[in-house]
């Protein structure tokens, strides 16, 4: 009766050995369910490599990345590459070779969405590779992967991305680096502790069970968040409340002006909620200390303030018939926080590595500031000519703002 239970419980000690064995082995793994594509990952310093025989100074110091690739003959081709995105990645393609049991390995990099080109500025062998019919496998010893400077791999990092594709099952047999293949059906990006993968041999790791070792996914809908969020607040910084701004003295409305204040505000609101959101759900953006995510935080919570002192200005000006400090206060904050939420899309796309967007979103700021100014010049000229009682002919950056006019 016991015995059973002991075979039971050797075996599980056994497995259990296994997977410290696997976490002591120093690799990191990523498998995605749903696609059946998997890598396990790890890196070596060569000291004797590169033709010199110094050993331990670090000139000749060589970081190998050694990985192994298994992705389902189905999709008829399967990929990693470096970093966070397609552009400027460093990429291994995997499809079945013209031998019907081999796999072929196509090192190439990729221009924004564009099909990947053949790269051959990288040192590296390709071990061996199969093709079982269900799946396609190939072990990869890269002797300088690690000083691609696109994309790069930071062999300390504690959260290097990685990407991973998989194609949308046209059949890829060549033998060639450059064969034509589909755009892919799946993708996504994934984390990994590097630091967790520094093995201590040159020897590549296999690909074990269907589980992440010291790795994480992005989940895939956090692109869908981040797109909500850059047009909640883009569109309301670059667009929607300089229109609030300037409605006050062009189509002298208070009432416009509130309310498209007021709407936009909540936008923004939104907009920080689901980039609040997306920093915590997803890997990248978890420690809240870039600048952008600072600088939008207290934007954000300064629209809300800045509401508050319009609606106190109005209140005493209903009652005083006159400006009191809340209302100087209204004016400023109101160009500061247009400007720095302006500023504060532009380091967004930065720190989304999207610089020509960025430039982009510059660009369309200064001239809506530009526009903005002209049209609150020409009001203010247009309301002192009707008026005739002012003269004042150098006007300070304030009364350009001003919320009293529009009841005179
Ligand atoms: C035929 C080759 C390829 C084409 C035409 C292509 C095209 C595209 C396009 C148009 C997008 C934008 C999003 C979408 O439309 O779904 C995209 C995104 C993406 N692709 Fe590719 N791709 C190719 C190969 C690859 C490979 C080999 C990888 C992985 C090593 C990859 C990984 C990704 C990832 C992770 C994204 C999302 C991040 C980003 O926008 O860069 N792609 N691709
Ligand atoms: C004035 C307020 C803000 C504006 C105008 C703004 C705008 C933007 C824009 C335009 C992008 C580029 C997105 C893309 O590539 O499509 C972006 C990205 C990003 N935003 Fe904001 N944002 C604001 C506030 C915040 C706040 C408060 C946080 C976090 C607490 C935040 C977190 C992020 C992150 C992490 C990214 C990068 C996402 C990625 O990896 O692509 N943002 N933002
Ligand atoms: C070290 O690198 C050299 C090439 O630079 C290579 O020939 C050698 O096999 C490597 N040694 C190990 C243990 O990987
Ligand atoms: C890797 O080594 C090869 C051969 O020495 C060289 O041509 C190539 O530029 C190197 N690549 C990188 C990324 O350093
Ligand atoms: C599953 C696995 O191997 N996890 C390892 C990841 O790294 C931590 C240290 O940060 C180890 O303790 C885990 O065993
Ligand atoms: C054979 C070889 O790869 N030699 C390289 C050794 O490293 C130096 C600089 O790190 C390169 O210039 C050599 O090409």
């Not at 990345?65 to 999709?75: C, H």
């Amino acid at each position: 009766m016991m015995f059973p239970q002991t075979t039971s419980l050797t075996l599980f000690t056994i497995w259990t050995l296994c997977q410290l064995q696997l976490a002591a082995g120093n690799f990191v793994q990523f498998y995605d369910r749903p696609s059946h594509l998997g890598v396990a990952l790890s890196t070596f310093t060569n000291s004797t490599g590169n033709g010199s025989g110094t050993g331990s100074g670090t000139g000749s110091d060589q970081n190998e990345l050694l990985f192994q690739l298994t992705v389902p003959s189905s999709a008829g081709w399967g990929a990693i590459g470096t970093g966070d995105k397609m552009d400027g990645s460093l990429m291994f393609i995997l499809y079945p070779s013209t031998d019907s049991d081999e796999a072929t390995v196509s090192v190439r990099t990729a221009h924004g969405h564009n099909t990947p080109e053949a790269f051959d500025g990288l040192q590296y062998r390709v071990l061996k590779t199969s093709n079982d019919g269900a799946s396609l496998t190939a072990d990869v010893q890269c002797f300088n992967c690690t000083k691609y400077s696109g994309n790069s791999i930071d062999i300390t990092s504690a959260k290097q991305p990685w990407i991973w594709a998989i194609g949308p099952g046209d059949p890829v047999r060549s033998n060639s680096q450059n064969a034509d293949i589909e755009q892919h059906s799946h993708y996504g990006v994934f984390f990994a502790k590097m630091d967790k993968a520094r093995a201590t041999a040159a020897s590549v790791p296999s690909v074990t069970g269907t589980f992440n070792i010291n790795t994480t996914a992005q989940p895939g809908y956090i692109n869908d968040l981040v797109v909500l969020h850059a047009i909640l607040l883009g569109v309301a910084f670059v667009i929607a409340f300089p229109l609030g701004a300037v409605s006050l003295r062009v189509f002298r409305s208070f009432k416009i002006h509130w309310i498209v204040q007021l709407c936009t505000s909540v936008a923004c609101l939104i907009g920080l909620c689901v980039a609040i959101a997306f920093s915590v759900l997803g890997v990248e953006w978890t420690d809240f200390n870039s600048a952008h995510q600072i600088i939008g935080i207290v934007v954000v919570v300064l629209t809300l303030v800045q509401g508050m002192l319009g609606y106190r200005h109005h209140m005493n000006y209903k009652n005083l018939k006159g400006r009191t400090v809340v209302s100087y206060v209204h004016i400023l904050f109101g160009r500061g926080i247009i400007w720095f939420g302006m500023l504060n899309s532009v380091l967004g796309f930065l720190l989304a590595d999207s610089n020509g967007k960025a430039a982009g979103a510059g660009a369309v700021s200064i001239i809506v500031i530009l526009l903005m100014e002209g049209a609150l010049f020409w009001a203010r000229r247009r309301g002192l000519s009707k008026s005739k009682s002012s003269s004042t002919t150098i006007l300070p950056l304030t009364t350009m703002l001003d919320p009293d006019r529009v009841w005179e």
